[in-house]
């Protein structure tokens, strides 16, 4: 197959710190989203292993309840806002130009912008910590709580650092449908687009859609604090439940903000690891956008108990998003059945997507059931089952991105053995951490309790989860160690380890500023397949794996 | 780069031992199934709950069995030269896995909205109203006659709020309306299998009717809605008594009530201004307490029995928030007394209800294990 001219190993992770900063070289801005989003994954895991060391046993041994409150109510916000979102747009950032053979994306200046405001963000948020506690209201800050009268300088932050998130994710949309619309190789036909890439669209559709929503919200919250506002506080005439709705009508497009992408990572992956064309192309794609369809019209789902919401319209249509969600995962699994599965650290991480994602698609059809809501709504069912959707779901889809175009961007492989045993070590970790939490859920522990009853038969679960979650941060450490091994001295990558279908294995690893030195033709959606396979398909062992292979 | 067989088979084995793992949890631990449901309208939830765990088991079944059955079958073997046939879709199996998942989800949403009625439907003339008051962080409770007005009411005739303790015949339709003065709290007792949020400036109205068979039994209940640093403690009982039990109940409350002053909410905000202390005339005692790096400056104190008393309470803590909770016996037994937690520098005078002579417990609710001393009533 074609390789190009160029140095195969262009070191552009050990470019100068200057280089790095005023970058609009679109692969350095997702490398640097990649990381600035791991930086907060461990951050938020550390708050995350202090909620599971005080919940191991009843009584209060190491964090008091105010500062308790604070670690959960970052941890959730932090996980969601400057990890799971920002690292998957890291990715689309890195691949998405790259797989339809653009030279950037369309508006790079503003891709640094929108990059730049989430680590300042972020320490907004944080330095609510030195200013008598960060926000502890939970990150779906609930008013009247979130009020001045209940929260401190913390909750202002909070605030602040959240329009500024949300401000670059609204500008990296405007960036990713300019440049899906505009950039596009020649050839490259809407329905010949990765899946990943029809999953960047639709999600940038939705964060154009429902963050301005959210950003506003926000901004009438901070007018209510400090400005003498009425909109979410009932002391003085406002409604709690505006809060909600507007809230939610951002909150819940924004799982699928944080789904979506990640189920474009897998569906990339599956077929490279199966040897066969993903199953259904069209009928993905048509899920794809009846998910983003449906997404805008659940958002009161979570607020089947607030008794101020039409139960059965919402009922009915998050039911019915249940549909195309079902039709994603029996083409996932159509497409591995009749292939020859290559069980690499990337497909592991793939497969347990689908086996987990599964479990946070059903238990999330229990709460559906409006009258089963009103029993599990706000208990540690609701926390297993987000966890499910956002671990078991997003973060075993992105580490399987991680993996997978690892070598792209840094012109290494990473250890298969390590790999494996960080899979390992997070499958077990993550099952044992979320699986009891039904069990809690159901026996009636609510969320959020920085203390139980040791009366209330819930301490052994709860050790369990505690047990589970240390499991998963150890995980980290083969990962890392791995990380860190492979930038020294890895094994080199070549321009397709993995014998992929899309364009961005075309070029070099990692790619040359402006990616492409000449295209291969675009007759499909896997443009190398066809390359590699030309002629000869279907007959002889291909060369490259050949290689590799003995 | 790809691993030979024998590692390749470790890892599918580990994969579905684990798969497995995770799912014989499923069917064979009892821990999936809710309480024992003791309300008319939970027994309808939990007959709903079995219908939707058993499609959802089966789901979970076939789905995980495919994927694993697929993982096993189709591994790639060493024989495997020649690309397996490229198969793109086929348009009559999307068909079908598009219809399947609809009928199924259109018959639970058709269970759940007929369990949904039930569940929501409302009396004509409920025997018992009630009504929680939900406040940071405690619940009170109020009985209403079939006029609406409180049946419960002091000499001055303000309605009492009984604290801690709904007390409801079995048996019978109780209609219960949720009030907040503060924050958004939720009413959830696990055995009823049911919440509703309380929201301040939104009253929530339901009826609930505890099992005749139930009668003497309690139930715990807690606040099930994230409203600040009291959350975990903010707990509740529901008391079922026969009818013939709660009517001679009910009548001792009322006569209590008239007999007795009625106190102030002590050390509770008054309604929609947190923050204001209450304005009463001094008690005869008064006693100050101080908070300052995490700790009390008393770690006794002492009070007189069956007189109300004060506590002046300084905060000197920057940013940092504390309260007084009295308990009876000690720092785990029962609350007696809950004052409103303050952030630091700040003073609050809590005004304390009389208590019968004996020992108990001061304890901040923030700092509960920290932050503890003994109070002597005698």
């Known amino acids: 197959m074609a390789t190009t001219a160029l140095h195969p190993a262009v070191p552009a992770y050990r470019s100068g710190l200057y280089e790095w900063i005023t970058t609009t070289d679109h692969k350095k801005i997702g490398i640097l989203y ?41 941890h959730g916000t932090v996980m969601i806002f400057l990890f799971i979102i920002p690292i998957l747009a890291g990715f689309a950032n890195y691949v998405v130009p790259l797989q339809i053979g653009a030279p950037d994306m369309a508006l790079p200046r503003i891709n640094a912008l929108s990059f730049w405001m989430l680590p300042l963000g972020g320490i907004l948020m944080f330095t609510g910590f030195a200013t008598g506690g960060a926000a502890a209201e939970g990150w779906t800050g609930y008013s009247p709580l979130a ?174 998003i249940a549909v195309p969600t079902g039709v994603k995962m029996f083409n996932w699994i159509a497409t591995l059945f009749r292939g020859q599965l290559i069980f690499a650290t990337p497909m592991l991480f793939a497969l347990g997507f689908l086996t987990m994602f599964l479990i946070g698609g059903i238990n999330g059809a229990f709460s559906a059931a409006v009258p089963v809501d009103f029993a599990l709504h706000d208990t540690y069912w609701v926390v297993a089952h987000l966890h499910y959707v956002l671990f078991g779901g997003s973060v075993f889809g992105m580490f399987a991105g991680l993996y997978y175009w690892f070598p792209k961007m840094t012109g290494r492989l990473l250890n298969e053995a390590l790999g494996k045993l960080h899979f390992v070590l997070m499958f077990i970790g993550f099952n044992l951490t979320f699986f009891p939490m039904h069990m809690l859920g159901l026996a009636g522990m609510p969320r959020r309790v920085a203390d139980y009853s040791a009366n209330a038969g819930w301490s052994d679960l709860n050790l369990l989860a505690s047990i589970g979650g240390f499991t998963i941060a150890a995980s980290m450490l083969p990962f890392l160690w791995n990380v860190m091994l492979s930038l020294r001295n890895g094994e080199i990558a070549g321009d397709d380890p993995w014998e992929a279908n899309t364009l961005e294995w075309a070029t070099t690893s990692p790619p040359p500023p402006y990616n492409f030195d000449h295209l291969p033709e675009i007759r499909s959606e896997r443009p190398l397949f066809d390359l590699r396979h030309a002629g000869a398909a279907h007959s002889a062992l291909p060369a490259k794996y050949a290689e590799t292979h003995s | 780069m790809f691993r030979t067989t024998p590692t390749r088979l470790a890892s599918v084995l580990a994969l579905t031992v684990v798969a497995l793992m995770a799912s014989g949890c499923a069917s064979m631990i009892p821990g999936l199934y809710p309480p024992t449901p003791v309300t008319a309208q939970g027994h309808d939830i939990g007959n709903l709950y079995d219908i939707v765990f058993l499609i959802a088991a089966a789901i979970f079944f076939v789905v995980e069995g495919f994927i694993i059955y697929a993982v096993i079958r189709y591994r790639r073997r060493p024989t495997d030269t020649e690309l397996p046939p490229q198969i793109h879709g086929n348009n009559l199996v999307e068909i079908i896995w598009t219809v399947i998942p609809t009928v199924i989800v259109a018959y639970l949403f058709v269970v759940s909205w007929q369990t949904l009625n039930t569940v929501e439907a409302t009396s004509q003339n409920p025997q018992v109203h009630v009504v929680a008051i939900a406040r940071r962080f405690s619940w009170s409770f109020e009985y209403l006659g079939p006029d609406g007005k409180s049946l419960v009411n002091g000499p001055d005739g303000k309605a009492v709020e009984l604290p801690g303790t709904m007390v409801v015949p079995a048996g019978q339709t109780v209609r219960l309306s949720l009030h907040s003065p503060d924050v958004i709290h939720a009413f959830y007792v696990p055995q ?187």
């Open chain 1, 34 to 74: 990649v990381v600035n989003s791991l930086l907060f994954f461990f951050i938020a895991g550390l708050l995350a292993l202090g909620v599971r060391a005080e919940l191991a046993q009843p009584k209060v041994q190491f964090f008091a309840p105010d500062v308790y409150n604070q670690l959960f109510t970052m």
């Open chain 1, 147 to 320: 009020q001045r009268a209940y929260s401190g300088t913390g909750t202002d932050l909070w605030d602040v650092g959240l329009v500024l998130i949300g401000t670059s994710s609204i500008l990296g949309a405007v960036n990713f449908l300019t440049t899906i619309f505009k950039m596009r190789a020649p050839g490259l036909t809407m329905f010949r687009l990765p899946i990943l890439v029809w999953t960047v669209l639709v999600t940038s559709v939705l964060v154009l859609m429902a963050t301005p929503v959210f950003t506003s919200a926000l901004i009438m919250l901070f007018i209510d604090r400090n400005y003498g506002g009425h909109f979410f506080d009932p002391a003085t005439g406002g409604n709690a439940i505006l809060w909600q709705n507007v809230f939610w009508f951002y909150s819940h497009p924004a799982v699928y903000v944080m789904v979506l992408p990640a189920m474009g990572m897998v569906s990339e992956i599956l077929p490279v690891f199966s040897r066969k064309p993903l199953f259904g192309y069209k009928a993905f794609v048509f899920a794809t956008a009846g998910i983003g369809a449906l997404g805008f019209s659940v958002w009161a789902h979570h607020m089947f108990t607030t008794g101020a919401v039409f139960l059965p319209f919402f009922s009915l249509m998050t039911f019915l």
């Open chain 2, 192 to 378: 009823f299998l049911f919440k509703r949020d309380v929201v301040p400036g939104h009253e929530n109205t339901f009826d609930f009717t505890v099992d005749a068979t139930d009668a003497g039994q309690t139930f715990r209940g807690q606040c099930a809605e994230l409203c600040g640093v009291g959350h975990q403690g903010m707990s509740f009982e529901v008391q079922a008594k026969t009818p013939a039990e709660f009517d001679t109940w009910l009548q001792q409350q009322i006569t209590q009530a008239k007999a007795v002053p009625s106190p102030p909410p002590s050390g509770k905000a008054p309604s929609g201004s947190p923050g204001a202390s209450p304005s009463a005339p001094p008690a005869a005692v008064s006693l100050d307490l101080t908070a300052k790096n995490v700790a009390f400056d008393k770690t006794s104190l002492e009070a007189p029995a069956n007189q109300p008393f004060d506590i002046k309470f300084t905060n000197d803590d920057q940013g940092t928030q504390h309260n007084v909770d009295i308990h009876k016996d000690s720092p785990t037994g029962q609350v007696v007394f809950d004052g409103e937690v303050i952030t630091g520098p700040d003073t609050r005078l809590y005004q304390v209800t009389p208590l019968p002579a004996g020992t108990y417990a001061f304890v901040c609710k923030v700092h509960p294990t920290t932050m503890i001393g003994t109070l002597t009533v005698k």
